[in-house]
């Protein structure tokens, strides 16, 4: 049922894009302080048209290009280029440590993976000497993954099981001399993964740093919800709790969460939230939530709110989870109001489907920034 209280679906998904960029710089900008007696900096390029070029950015090596000058302006001799949605902890000291001893152009991450997970990847081939012979974009041909699949010496070198077959994808993180950086994009390509590294490896001596830690692509609804997700099982592969491998984020000062007689079972609670008599199952839920009574949200993402909201000063439902609502297999964006009794699942619906306020990928029911869905609504 279309409702014209609602913006369109394309509407909403611009209004996702250009909100997700705002936040994501208004995170590192209050993330990331260095003081004065420091080195260390972040700088934001955003895309931009300039008079050396008109087009916005065609790709990951596009958009590297756009900013070479940029980058030159420092004598440095190496360049880490990482990809922003992928979730792993990495020291890469070692990889550039494996790089400087090298001697080689260009060092590749890769990510030793299952053949059931071959398809998803650009797969790397390489000898014991980690030099990468040859690539092939997420390959299916049986033939070709025999050829491909890390042989036994490789895998006894870096302490893996002889006996496993195991094929090494890429992880979109590259290592690149100066020199070397400026001469792979002297040129119109447009992507590392699909261009430069494959034309790389044929041409230069290309590298591969094999890590065997957790690491997950969450580029996709899908991968984002079931990596999210993941972070609340009892003994998580990836795991906030590290006293080696802290992760930090900017100080809110929110007053802890109070929880009123709910039921919880594998959630993880922000700070600010307050959850009355709700029963809550293998969810996140965010900072500044405000979840009623008998709610009940399941394998769900809720992200919570940017500000407490006054109470009794507005025609529409609160921000929030309302009274007696079913939440399930869903993501509930930031300054949502979900009013009572409405019930979202994507249960007997189509796996990709927009409506005017909501909208389904992957199985997965997403509902946008500051969207309203209407008391007793079933999505």
């Known amino acids: 049922m279309r409702n014209r209280r609602y913006p369109s679906a394309e509407n909403i998904a611009s209004s996702i894009s250009r909100s997700a960029i705002a936040s994501t710089h208004r995170h590192i900008q209050a993330s990331y302080k260095f003081d004065n007696f420091s080195r260390s900096f972040i700088d934001i390029l955003a895309a931009q048209q300039t008079l050396a070029g008109s087009q916005w950015y065609q790709g990951t090596a596009d958009a590297v290009r756009q900013n070479m000058r940029y980058f030159l302006e420092r004598p440095f001799d190496y360049y880490l280029i990482l990809s922003g949605d992928q979730l792993y902890r990495m020291d890469f000291r070692a990889l550039l440590h494996q790089h400087i001893q090298s001697g080689v152009d260009i060092t590749l991450a890769t990510k030793p993976v299952h053949r059931h997970r071959v398809s998803e990847f650009g797969i790397m081939q390489s000898g014991v000497d980690r030099r990468i012979m040859h690539f092939l974009e997420k390959p299916t041909e049986e033939a070709v993954l025999h050829e491909m699949k890390i ?3 490789l895998l006894a070198a870096v302490g893996l099981n002889e006996g496993e077959e195991l094929f090494q994808a890429s992880m979109g993180i590259y290592i690149f001399n100066r020199d070397v950086l400026v001469e792979c994009l002297n040129n119109d390509l447009a992507d590392f993964g699909k261009h430069v590294i494959p034309q790389s490896i044929q041409q230069r001596h290309v590298s591969a740093y094999i890590f065997k830690g957790y690491w997950e692509d969450i580029g996709t609804i899908r991968a984002f919800y079931e990596a999210n997700l993941d972070l609340t099982d009892i003994a998580p592969e990836y795991s906030f709790f590290d006293p080696e491998a802290a992760i930090y984020t900017h100080p809110r000062f929110l007053p802890g969460s109070k929880i ?4 919880l079972r594998q959630a993880i609670i922000s700070d600010g939230c307050i959850i009355s008599d709700a029963h809550l199952e293998r969810s996140v839920i965010g900072i500044r939530s405000i979840i009623q009574n008998g709610a009940t949200i399941r394998n769900s993402i809720v992200m919570g709110a940017d500000y407490f909201e006054q109470a009794g000063n507005s025609q529409r439902p609160p ?10 297999r869903a993501i509930i964006d930031k300054n949502a109001r979900i009013a009572d009794g409405a019930v979202i699942t994507p249960e007997g619906k189509p796996a990709n489907f927009d409506a005017d306020n909501y909208f389904i990928r992957d199985g997965i029911v997403i509902v946008p920034k500051n969207a309203v869905i209407p008391a007793g609504f079933w999505i």
Not at 319 to 328: E, F, H, K, L, Q
């Open 319 to 328: 921000i929030g989870i309302g009274r007696n609502c079913v939440i399930d």
């Open 260 to 263: 009123n007689g709910a039921t």
């Open 151 to 153: 042989s036994r010496e």
